[in-house]
């Protein structure tokens, strides 16, 4: 794989508004190796920056700056949601880093895209970013697990850290289908990811008594407190749909009553009490009990 020379071909099965930046098939440090996934980027500059322009990173990214030479990235991603195409070649954007499946050589096979911005998400942002990744990802034949933020390449980074809900739900947006599926008849958990219910029930957690399981020849048995040898149930292995719907009740049930939760109190209590690793994807948890609340009013 040379140069991708289809990358602005590439670019437009997102729908999105293209500008082809002049010369940008010959562009680049040399050849691509491969397209294996894509890092994400962000420019650091403020909305205060010559706030009339859409890109206003344009000559930075392309041409470099001292000590850097251009191009920094492959592709830029304007205020408004304009798509950039600027280097077919390699661009150095990556830095020093690791992806499984990748390798250490980010800028040889992984598509770079500056979007101009600062860590807060302007809504044309918030829609086209994932758009683009899914539109490369579709034509390069890669899979939405290897569209990663800079800051999951290197630790030296924070790009883009901020995107609501995280990197996990930016992969989510990249991988939805088109349209969702239509919920099944056991209500809204089944049209949910499991990474979503996971997100659920942990949200819920804490209105709920604990409960206490000790295992045995046919598998863990719940328990009253106090009995020897109990432990207290996880996430993990209490997570189906009865026991979800159960603390939804509670949920709402405390909701109703007054109650707040603190996300980030439950989920360390979580992480700390289970040893868990829980991606907590907030924006939609918050989705999902809405549209169930929507769905159950007008059922
Ligand atoms: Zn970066």
């Given at each position: 794989?040379?140069?991708?020379?289809?990358?602005?071909?590439?670019?437009?099965?997102?729908?999105?508004?293209?500008?082809?930046?002049?010369?940008?098939?010959?562009?680049?440090?040399?050849?691509?190796?491969?397209?294996?996934?894509?890092?994400?980027?962000?420019?650091?500059?403020?909305?205060?920056?010559?706030?009339?322009?859409?890109?206003?990173?344009?000559?930075?990214?392309?041409?470099?700056?001292?000590?850097?030479?251009?191009?920094?990235?492959?592709?830029?991603?304007?205020?408004?949601?304009?798509?950039?195409?600027?280097?077919?070649?390699?661009?150095?954007?990556?830095?020093?880093?690791?992806?499984?499946?990748?390798?250490?050589?980010?800028?040889?096979?992984?598509?770079?895209?500056?979007?101009?911005?600062?860590?807060?998400?302007?809504?044309?942002?918030?829609?086209?970013?994932?758009?683009?990744?899914?539109?490369?990802?579709?034509?390069?034949?890669?899979?939405?697990?290897?569209?990663?933020?800079?800051?999951?390449?290197?630790?030296?980074?924070?790009?883009?850290?901020?995107?609501?809900?995280?990197?996990?739900?930016?992969?989510?947006?990249?991988?939805?289908?088109?349209?969702?599926?239509?919920?099944?008849?056991?209500?809204?958990?089944?049209?949910?990811?499991?990474?979503?219910?996971?997100?659920?029930?942990?949200?819920?957690?804490?209105?709920?008594?604990?409960?206490?399981f000790v295992t045995g020849p046919n598998g863990p048995?719940?328990?009253?407190?106090?009995?020897?040898?109990?432990?207290?149930?996880?996430?993990?292995?209490?997570?189906?749909?009865?026991?979800?719907?159960?603390?939804?009740?509670?949920?709402?049930?405390?909701?109703?009553?007054?109650?707040?939760?603190?996300?980030?109190?439950?989920?360390a209590e979580l992480i700390a009490r289970g040893g868990l690793k829980v991606e907590i994807d907030y924006a939609?948890?918050?989705?999902?009990?809405?549209?169930?609340?929507?769905?159950?009013?007008?059922?």
């Amino acid at each position: 794989m040379p140069y991708l020379t289809d990358l602005a071909q590439a670019v437009r099965k997102s729908g999105l508004r293209v500008v082809e930046c002049g010369s940008w098939t010959g562009r680049g440090h040399g050849p691509m190796t491969s397209v294996k996934g894509v890092v994400c980027h962000w420019t650091a500059t403020g909305p205060a920056v010559r706030p009339g322009e859409d890109y206003p990173s344009l000559g930075i990214v392309r041409d470099g700056r001292a000590g850097l030479p251009g191009p920094l990235a492959n592709l830029g991603l304007g205020r408004d949601g304009t798509v950039y195409v600027i280097a077919a070649g390699l661009a150095y954007h990556a830095g020093e880093g690791y992806l499984a499946g990748v390798g250490a050589n980010g800028n040889a096979n992984l598509v770079g895209i500056e979007c101009e911005g600062s860590g807060t998400w302007p809504a044309a942002q918030l829609a086209a970013y994932p758009r683009l990744c899914a539109a490369l990802s579709a034509h390069y034949r890669f899979p939405a697990a290897r569209v990663i933020g800079h800051s999951e390449w290197t630790s030296r980074k924070i790009d883009i850290n901020t995107w609501p809900g995280g990197m996990a739900r930016f992969r989510a947006q990249v991988g939805a289908p088109p349209t969702p599926p239509p919920p099944q008849e056991d209500g809204f958990l089944s049209a949910l990811s499991s990474s979503e219910q996971r997100a659920l029930f942990n949200r819920v957690f804490g209105f709920c008594r604990q409960r206490w399981f000790v295992t045995g020849p046919n598998g863990p048995r719940e328990v009253a407190e106090g009995t020897k040898g109990a432990t207290p149930a996880t996430a993990l292995d209490t997570l189906d749909g009865n026991y979800l719907v159960e603390r939804i009740a509670a949920a709402e049930a405390a909701a109703e009553a007054g109650a707040t939760i603190d996300h980030a109190r439950l989920a360390a209590e979580l992480i700390a009490r289970g040893g868990l690793k829980v991606e907590i994807d907030y924006a939609a948890l918050a989705k999902a009990v809405n549209d169930d609340a929507a769905r159950r009013m007008v059922g």
